[in-house]
T-cell receptor
């Protein structure tokens, strides 16, 4: 089957750094995506890793290790507006579709 | 560009009724997807399409049907609505192929079946 695991909740304070982990089991794996979703909103794309290593996009970075079936999203200089749910999504089935993880709810405290 | 547009935004159905959720995109994307998201949960893939005339089942297809007659449109049909289909439905599109790593989502349709 195809499945992804990530922590259900993470809490951090403004200005801190937080890491959200994701492990996956996906057939025909192409890469790992990260999406942000605010309450009542639609998911929006943050980052994608096709190859092993770190991808940096502003305050957000994402890492992938194909050999460990593992990735993480790193959020730096946390702001209140970063309070949201974060989903990892594995692009699988040889690129045809995506399987989403259950989501990690991030709460940023003042 | 409008991106991915879903209609309606909200709908209440009675058990046994049918309806079609509309989804259209203006980005000329080949790949389109339908997801459902139950409260506090992740997105579950219902159906997807890799091009006009081609559709395939996702993780939770029972109770739903789709068609893809054009590149732009990917409607989702609910037949004989049941309370278990109460959810938020998201349509998404992506370019597909090696460069198709980003999914663009519509604003969602919030459906209640009572």
């Amino acid at each position: 089957g195809q499945s992804l695991e990530q922590p259900s909740e993470v809490t951090a304070v403004e200005g801190a750094i937080v890491q959200i982990n994701c492990t996956y089991q996906t057939s025909g794996f192409y890469g790992l995506s990260w999406y942000q979703q605010h309450d009542g909103g639609a998911p929006t794309f943050l980052s994608y890793n096709a190859l092993d290593g770190l991808e940096e996009t502003g305050r957000f970075s994402s890492f992938l290790s194909r050999s460990d079936s593992y990735g993480y999203l790193l959020l730096q200089e946390l702001q209140m507006k970063d309070s949201a749910s974060y989903f990892c999504a594995a692009r699988g089935n040889y690129g045809q579709n995506f399987v989403f993880g259950p989501g990690t709810r991030l709460s940023v405290l003042p | 560009n409008a991106g991915v547009t879903q209609t309606p935004k909200f709908r209440i159905l009675k058990i046994g009724q049918s309806m079609t959720l509309q989804c259209t995109q203006d980005m000329n994307h080949n790949y389109m997807y339908w997801y459902r998201q139950d409260p506090g949960m992740g997105l579950k893939l219902i159906y997807y399409s890799v091009g006009a005339g081609i559709t395939d089942k996702g993780e939770v297809p029972n109770g739903y049907n789709v068609s893809r007659s054009t590149t732009e449109d990917f409607p989702l049909r609910l037949e004989l609505a049941a309370p278990s289909q109460t959810s938020v439905y998201f349509c998404a599109s992506s370019r597909g192929g090696l460069g198709g790593n980003i999914q663009y989502f519509g604003a969602g349709t919030r459906l209640s079946v009572l």
